[in-house]
């Protein structure tokens, strides 16, 4: 097969993979219907009809109730804005611990920070690298207010476990699932178990308006606060005469009708995107069956796995050389591969150094919190190994790929094994 790319031989693909949204002509009609109609946002912070924003955001939202067949779905500008507004409805505030995961979009713990209470970080499950639910348990206090639990690269975490661990010490449960759209647990769609589901419609999310989210939740309670907190909570509760006002600080979190009319096309192909993911990923495991040292994602009968990546554990004392390296070989072949996600949230500066707001260590070391927050190294050890040695990451199996686009993937596969160990002496 030749020389490797990374020792100077030829690449296996010099084709780039696509990393573009796929915007179709359903989005374009609707989009260019907002910009003749020009109102760009049917939202007004008032008691009135804009309470609830424009046609689009309400369309859109009534497609997401159909499809999760929640009483609410509240369209927001970000995942990050819905997981603000969801810790909010959910009472959290300053004082209280949330239990989340380390391995995540910084966003999840972050939307902890901006109710002023503190991220508790529990470890990862090395097969869904979703939250261990023993170690949730390990983590209770007196403080603890919720668990966020987030549905990482398409997975769904345990949630059996985490419910029941959940309904024992009366916690809210939020589910993150930006990564995880359509992504099932025991046929449940995630997002409908816990107590309010959180979806981002960023740019590279499964269906995308450029940046935007949702919330989902079959509480009456939850659901109204969260639209109070989306659009300036604070001044229409007495005109709509919300009685219990607790946590309901508005901000600006409101869609455009630009983003809800791109949503709705998007939102209506989720089902035959994810089909498509899924073929990809289950060709790609077939193919990298027959590797010694690759951990595959099991294919599942109970759970659907979304594969909003393609995650493999990598096995260093197996294959002989390390993971980066591994990775740096496959990148040279022209295969986007990732080694680790993102380092385990805890290690940065933010936690490491205890300050988030204002100069009196809030809400980690600030008066009113009383704990005793631990972010150091080792507190997470298999989330830790993932980011280290174990995890490497593909988000090639999307469309518009198709198999040929993932027989390239499997080539380079082939190759890198191939010359193993030509490979351990650049390591050297
Ligand atoms: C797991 C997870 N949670 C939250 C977010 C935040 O999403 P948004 O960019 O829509 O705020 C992301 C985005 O990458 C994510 O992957």
Known sequence: MGKLAISGGSKVRERPFVSHAIIEEEERKRVNEVLD?????????????????????????????????????????????????????????PGDEVIVTP????????????????????????ETFCLEPQKVKEKITPKTKAIVIVHLFGHAANMDAIMKIAEEHKLSVIEDCAQSPGAAYKGKLVGTIGDIGVFSLNQHKTITSGEGGFAITNDEKLGLKMQLIRNHGEVIVDNMEVENIDGIVGFNYRMTELEAAVSIGQFRRLDSLNDHRIKLAEYLTEKL???????????????????????????????GVDRNTFVNALKAEGIPFGAGYVRPIYLEPMYQRKTAYGINGCPFTCGYYGGEANYSKGICPVCERMHEKELMLT???????????????????????QNIDELKSIEK
């Open 103 to 126: 391995y995540t979009m910084s966003a999840s713990a972050t939307a902890i920070i901006m109710m002023n209470a503190v991220p508790v970080f529990a470890d990862v499950e090395e």
């Open 289 to 319: 069956s027959n590797f010694e040292g690759l951990i595959l994602p099991k294919k599942s009968n109970v759970d659907k796995h979304v594969y909003f990546v393609y995650p493999i554990r990598f096995k260093e004392d197996v294959i």
């Open 37 to 93: 109609s020009g109102m760009l946002s049917g939202f007004i912070a008032n008691a009135g009809e804009h309470f609830l924003g424009g046609k689009q955001v309400k369309e859109f939202e009534t497609l997401a109730k159909d499809y999760f067949k929640t009483k609410f779905a509240v369209a927001v500008n970000s995942a990050t804005a819905g997981l603000h507004a969801a810790l909010g409805a959910c009472g959290v505030g």
């Open 395 to 417: 988000g090639v199996c999307k469309s518009p790929h198709t198999k040929e686009d993932i027989d390239d993937v499997v080539k380079a596969f082939e190759k890198v094994f």
